[in-house]
C-alpha cells in the first residue's frame, strides 16, 4: 500500500531557529500533498495544501512566510518553521493520496518542541 | 463538507467488539464517510470507508444506515492496540489526487484488559 514517510520524528530547536521537515510517498507519486498540525488533545487542523511544482495553498490564519513548504518533485514535500518560538510546538502530519479510489496516507508525524 | 457528531469517549472490553456511533444527518449523496484512527503520537491510520452499502475489511466493518444519516464502526474483537482516537469524516470523493480530510474531535476508544 501507499506509504508516506516523514522525517524527523522528533525535533529540539532554540527559539528564533528554523526547523525544515520531510514528507516522502515512498512508492508512489504525489501530485497533492497536506501538512496538518496537532496541539496538544486537540484534533488535526489542516495548515496547507502542497502543490508540486506551484504555491502552497494555506489555509486562513496560517502564516505563510513563517511556514514555508516546498513541493519541488513528486515525492516530496518540506514543511519549514521559520523563525521558530515555543508557541510553534506541536505535532506536525503530512499526508497524501495515492488516487481517486484510495483512501489518504498519513505520515507518522513530527513532534516540535521550540525551547 | 458534511459535519459529523461522535461520543468523545467509549469503553470497551478487551475481546469485546467494539461499536463506534457517529452521526451524518447532513450527509450529502455524493459524500462518503471515511474512519481513521489515530494512536496517541501517531499519524493518523485509514480503517475503512464507504458510500451507502456496507463494507468489511480486515480492520473492521462500516455500517451505514439505509437513510445513510448515521454510521457505525464495527472492530469485531478489539485489543488494547485498538486504543486510539477515532475520526468519522463525511466528505465527496476528490477528484484524483486532490482535496483534504477535516477532523473533528473523534472518539477516543479505551480497550480495557
Known amino acids: 500500500g501507499a506509504v508516506v514517510s516523514q522525517h524527523p520524528s522528533r525535533v529540539i530547536c532554540k527559539s528564533g531557529t528554523s526547523v525544515k521537515i520531510e514528507c516522502r510517498s515512498l512508492?508512489?507519486?504525489?501530485?497533492?500533498m497536506f501538512w496538518y498540525r496537532q496541539f496538544p488533545k486537540q484534533s488535526l487542523m489542516l495548515m496547507a495544501t502542497?502543490?508540486?511544482?506551484?504555491?502552497?495553498?494555506?489555509e486562513q490564519g496560517v502564516e505563510k512566510d513563517k511556514f514555508l513548504i516546498n513541493h519541488a518533485s513528486l515525492t516530496l514535500s518540506t514543511l519549514t518553521v521559520t523563525s521558530a518560538h515555543p508557541e510553534d510546538s506541536s505535532f506536525y502530519i503530512c499526508?497524501?493520496?495515492?488516487?481517486?479510489?484510495?483512501?489518504?496516507?498519513f505520515g507518522s508525524g513530527t513532534r516540535l518542541t521550540v525551547v | 463538507d458534511a459535519k459529523t457528531t461522535q461520543p468523545p469517549s467509549m469503553d470497551c472490553a478487551e475481546g469485546r467488539a467494539a461499536n463506534l456511533p457517529c452521526n451524518h444527518s447532513t450527509i450529502s449523496g455524493n459524500e462518503y464517510v471515511y474512519w481513521y484512527r489515530q494512536i496517541h503520537s501517531q499519524g493518523p491510520q485509514y480503517i475503512i470507508h464507504g458510500l451507502k452499502n456496507n463494507e468489511t475489511n480486515e480492520m473492521a466493518s462500516l455500517i451505514i444506515t439505509e437513510d445513510r444519516k448515521s454510521s457505525t464502526l464495527i472492530l469485531p474483537h478489539a485489543t488494547l492496540r485498538d486504543t486510539a482516537v477515532y475520526y468519522c469524516?463525511?466528505?465527496?470523493?476528490?477528484?484524483?489526487?486532490?482535496?483534504?480530510?477535516?477532523f473533528g474531535k473523534g472518539t477516543k476508544l479505551s480497550v480495557k484488559p
Open positions: 512508492d508512489f507519486q504525489a501530485t497533492t
Open positions: 469524516i463525511v466528505r465527496p470523493p476528490p477528484r484524483g489526487s486532490q482535496g483534504n480530510l477535516i
Open positions: 502542497s502543490n508540486e511544482g506551484s504555491k502552497a495553498t494555506y
Open positions: 499526508s497524501a493520496r495515492l488516487g481517486a479510489h484510495y483512501g489518504y496516507t
